[in-house]
């Protein structure tokens, strides 16, 4: 059981800073998410915090001591690489005491712990096995015991999953989830997948380019992002962004004009500014009728493609505009990330309407679910709202 | 039919192919044996197999001090330089592997380069510097040597073979508690075995089968090894040859060769498969 802190944590290699200025606390017990697309310097981060890295600046505190300086076998803390990282030349029962072996432990204590381990991970009959001879979610599961043999202060899990299958993978998010409950130990882990992220997670920490974006519970993070790329790189399918304009006290938007509510305004928005507006798939209604009101905007779209995954239906339309500028999205979530008078938007509908392609749809945005950024910034304009 | 004809046929010539070359290559260690295995007055009759067997050269040698002690010389001299360039060569090619640092390339290159050096231009220095050194006629003198000449033949298959290994493992056994060295030894070590086995085969038969360095560097019983000692060979009277003796001793140096060839090389296949590393 251990906190970390961060402060001020850099990272610099010649030429290039991997992480810049980082502060963060992660409390006893929490289970802290580090997610970013790739290069965005998470498992650098994490490599610093277990000790693999030497940190360039500033101090990493675990239980309010200082571990800049401390090797990694000093830390007690355990690992679990993307690649599983397993000893091929030894069984799982030999990977999984190595760790404790290297401690002295007492050869019955050894022998005690690793069956434990085992049975918590349905190991059992695997013990005397070679990696070679394990499929990919066993070798995870052999991963995964020999981080927890060793009842370290801290876990440590560096994209643990996304070298398995699909079905896996969300069976094993369970059973993770499911093992750090169990086990109560502060656990750290790294994943650029936004679904693992907002499961698993009591708290997520949003990285690019080396630099913390936002931090928060996944529904701060979802409900109010702090800035346009945390609102496209949480939520799937991603959030819908249009240029807009805030004039006359309204909101101007290729589909039409909506009014906020003042408490949604803030202190002001910036006439003439360009902006960009996102509302999430599921904020976007069937509506009866045309017409717009206070704190919502009706409007018709022709369905260009429709995705039944069973439960719901995602429903493809484009709305086209010109008269706007500035509006570009950050590149890690556009492949053309180009002001193309164009784009195409998703909205979550209940199955049940039965709509086809080409069909005419009304639909209804509420201004609650608007969410307002600075196009040249980024940043979120509306107020935290509750 | 077609394809099961022609796949025959191939078979046919790769077997033949095959004796062909073993035939080529075992046709003068044949001849070798036979020539040790024949009485004096048979050496020069010029059949394939002697008409009489006799162990009596194998006698002549093991009688002989000096090739006991050139044995012993042998062995010892092989065996440590094998050790001293396995142990140098492992941790230069970890070094140049995992370590980033400047002039990688460089110093690669100027090992190969030292490989491709050839000895014979350094023989006489060296014997003028061994010889006010007082290596002269020592084991460090051939050791020195023989580590020099195959140390970059060593880095290279080692480094071939580190850089196969994931660093992740490396990472893995430093958090689980491992200093640098204990992931060296107890992860990277094994997992590089079939290179380490490789590297040491090819030290060891360097320094085992080297004439050169070794006749031109010692002078007694105190340092000469097989190959020069076979060349000092006397017969047992002034007037004959000793043909059959220096047969007998080219069998009996040739036998531990072909012993550790054998022996490592099933260390290395089975290294190699069991390997399986994979994530």
């Known amino acids: ?386 | 039919m077609r394809v099961g004809s022609k796949d025959r046929r191939e078979r046919l010539w790769w077997a033949v192919g095959g004796v062909l070359v073993i035939t080529y290559a075992l046709v003068p260690v044949a001849w070798l044996v036979s020539l040790s295995l024949k009485p004096a007055q048979d050496l020069g009759d010029k059949r394939f197999l002697p008409r009489q067997v006799t162990l009596e050269h194998y006698a002549t040698i093991f009688q002989d001090s000096q090739f006991a002690s050139a044995l012993w010389n042998s062995a010892g001299i092989a065996a440590i330089s094998t050790l001293a360039a396995l142990l140098l060569g492992a941790g230069a090619a970890y070094a140049i592997v995992r370590l980033q640092f400047s002039g990688r390339r460089l110093m690669l290159a100027a090992a190969l380069a030292v490989a491709m050096f050839p000895p014979v231009s350094i023989i006489g220095p060296l014997f003028n510097m061994w010889r006010s050194l007082g290596l002269y006629d020592t084991w460090a003198g051939l050791v020195l040597p023989y580590m020099t000449f195959t140390l970059p033949l060593a880095i290279w298959t080692l480094a071939a073979f580190f850089r196969e290994i994931p660093w992740d493992l490396e990472k893995a056994a430093r958090v689980d508690g491992a200093s640098p060295l204990q992931a060296f030894v107890h992860v990277i070590l094994p997992l590089a075995a079939p290179g380490v086995f490789t590297a040491g085969i090819l030290v060891f038969m360097f320094a085992w089968n080297d004439f050169l360095f070794a006749i031109s560097l010692t002078s007694t019983n105190d340092a000469r090894t097989v190959p020069a000692a076979i060349a000092f060979f006397t017969g047992s009277s002034l007037f004959e040859l000793p043909t059959g003796a220096i047969a007998a001793a080219s069998v009996v140096v040739t036998l531990p060769v072909i012993l550790v060839v054998l022996l490592f090389q099933r260390r290395i296949v089975a290294g190699l498969t069991s390997g399986a590393i994979k994530g």
Request: with cysteine; aromatic share 6%; glycine share 10%.
């Open chain 1, 1 to 386: 059981m251990a906190s970390i802190e961060l402060r001020s944590v850099v990272k610099r290699y010649p030429g290039t800073t991997a992480v810049k200025e980082t502060s963060l606390a992660i409390a006893d017990g929490e289970f802290f998410i580090l997610v970013g697309p790739s290069g965005c310097g998470k498992s650098t981060l994490l490599n610093m915090i277990v000790g693999l890295d030497e940190v360039s600046g500033g101090e990493i505190l675990v239980d309010g001591k200082v571990v800049n300086d401390l090797d990694p076998k000093e830390r007690n803390m355990a690992m679990v690489f993307q690649s599983y990282a397993i000893y091929p030349h030894m069984t799982v029962r030999e990977n999984m005491a190595f760790p404790l072996k290297l401690a002295r432990l007492p050869q019955e204590e050894i022998a005690t712990r690793v069956e434990q381990a085992a049975e918590i991970l349905e190991l059992g009959g695997l013990l005397e096995r070679k990696p070679g001879a394990l499929s990919g979610g066993q070798r995870q599961r052999v991963a995964m015991g020999r981080a927890i043999v060793r009842d370290p202060d801290v876990f440590l899990l560096d994209e643990p999953l996304s070298n398995l299958d699909a079905k896996l993978r969300t069976q094993m998010r369970t059973e993770l989830a499911r093992l750090q409950r169990r086990l109560g130990t502060t656990t750290v882990y790294v994943t650029h997948d936004q679904t693992e992220a907002m499961t698993l997670g009591d708290r997520i920490a949003v990285l690019r380019h080396g630099e913390i974006q936002q931090v928060g519970t996944p529904r701060q993070l979802y409900e109010h992002p702090a800035n346009l790329f945390v609102a496209g790189f949480i939520g799937s399918p991603a959030m819908n962004f249009l240029p807009g304009r805030w004039s006359e006290g309204r909101l101007q938007l290729p589909l039409g004009a909506i009014e906020l509510p003042p408490e949604q305004v803030g202190p002001s928005l910036p006439t003439d500014n360009p902006l960009v507006v996102g509302f999430r798939p599921e904020h976007l209604r069937p509506a009866s009728g045309e017409g717009s009101n206070t704190g919502a905007l009706d409007f018709t779209a022709r369905i260009e493609v429709l995705e039944w995954m069973g439960a719901e239906l995602f429903v493809y339309f484009d709305v086209e505009w010109s008269g706007y500028t500035g509006f570009i999205l950050p590149q890690e979530l556009e492949t053309d990330s180009k002001d193309t008078g164009r784009r195409v938007m998703v909205a979550r509908i209940d199955p049940a309407c039965g709509l086809k392609e080409g069909d005419t749809l009304h639909l209804r945005l509420a201004a609650a679910h608007l969410q307002v950024f600075d196009a040249a910034s980024g940043a979120n304009l509306r107020p935290e709202i509750g």
